[in-house]
């Protein structure tokens, strides 16, 4: 799977979770500060990634990445 479908996809999972529109969701956002994504809502998105790609995370390890491009590149990297 290419980069920019990774990209696409997390986006739209990430809309859809966080009550945004894709468009308003980019990769420098910070989870907390810019998308105001507590504790509870960055497990619930973990949950939404694993669901969307079908596969299981070191969640430790997910919820150490803040940004979305940081998200983009954990997964990307994950998929390959």
Known sequence: ???EEVAR?????MAR???KK???IKNEHHFAHDLE???LKSIELVAA???EFDIEVNEE?????QT???AVDFFDKLLK
Not at 9 to 13: E, H
Not at 61 to 65: H, N, Q, S
């Open 9 to 13: 996809r997390l986006i739209n999972v």
């Open 1 to 3: 799977m290419k980069r």
């Open 17 to 19: 979770e966080l009550g």
């Open 61 to 65: 390890d997910a919820l150490k990445v």
């Open 49 to 51: 990634f694993e669901e």
């Open 22 to 24: 894709p468009d308003q």
């Open 37 to 39: 994504a507590d504790s």
């Open 68 to 70: 979305v491009g940081g």
